[in-house]
Antibody, heavy 127, light 107 residues
């Protein structure tokens, strides 16, 4: 079964940096795009970034553009989120999630859905 | 930018039907997906592409869409359905967008 396990969260000072990792298993990692989605304490879900399976396209929410970088290592089935210039408003649980129900070209259902999520890792930005 | 609106809360008695709406600010809302999130847990996809259910999701969960409004219906509500529910779309200008969420309380 699909498993996504995030790590790397913790407490960081404003202006600091942090790298999150997500270890994927149970599916062919290098055929699916991957997302990061976050949720501030007591708030709703906020999409952060998405990276294609070929690493040739990546998109970011305006709130993190220029500060966060999404990347992946397909040889290790791992997704990353490099976060710099962190602010208090970046405090949240960060979820790693898989893009789409099917790998591109194999079906046309649920293409823009986010069917699988990790359990999340908490990032706290505080002095 | 693309904005989705949802009612903050819905209350429903066990066995009754809960209806959650999701409105888009542009004509003809995009393909809508719905997620259930119980306290302290990761979101779970319960409806995709407006009205389809992933395997393992009970038939009690159904989705529909008309114009710029999508609806998630939970029939025969059970205590275990108490959760936050989020709608989500993809838009070419805003990328992935989530609604603000609706808290379903089972009385």
């Amino acid at each position: 079964q699909v498993q996504l396990v995030e790590s790397g969260g913790g407490v960081v000072q404003p202006g600091g940096s942090l790298i999150l990792s997500c270890a994927a298993s149970g599916f062919t990692f290098n055929t699916f795009g991957m997302h990061w989605v976050r949720q501030a304490p007591g708030k709703g879900l906020e999409w952060v970034a998405v990276l294609s399976y070929k690493e040739d396209t990546q998109y970011y929410a305006d709130s993190v553009k220029g500060r966060f970088t999404i990347s992946r290592d397909n040889s290790k089935s791992t997704l990353f989120l490099q976060m710099t210039s962190l602010r208090s408003e970046d405090t949240a649980v960060y979820y790693c999630a898989r893009k789409g129900l099917c790998s591109p070209g194999t079906c046309f259902s649920g293409v823009t859905a986010i069917p699988y999520w990790g359990q999340g890792t908490l990032v706290t930005v505080s002095s | 930018s693309y904005v989705l609106t949802q009612p903050p809360s819905v209350s429903v008695a066990p066995g009754k039907t809960a209806t959650i709406t999701c409105g888009g600010n542009k004509n003809a809302i995009k393909s809508v997906h719905w997620y259930q999130q119980k306290t302290g847990q990761a979101p779970v996809l319960v409806v995709y592409d407006d009205a389809d259910r992933p395997s393992g999701i009970p038939e009690r969960f159904s989705g529909s869409k008309s114009g710029n409004t999508a609806t998630l219906t939970i029939s025969g509500v059970e205590a275990g359905d108490e959760a936050d529910y989020y709608c989500q779309v993809w838009d070419s200008t805003s990328d992935y967008v989530f609604g603000p969420g609706t808290k379903v309380a089972v009385l």
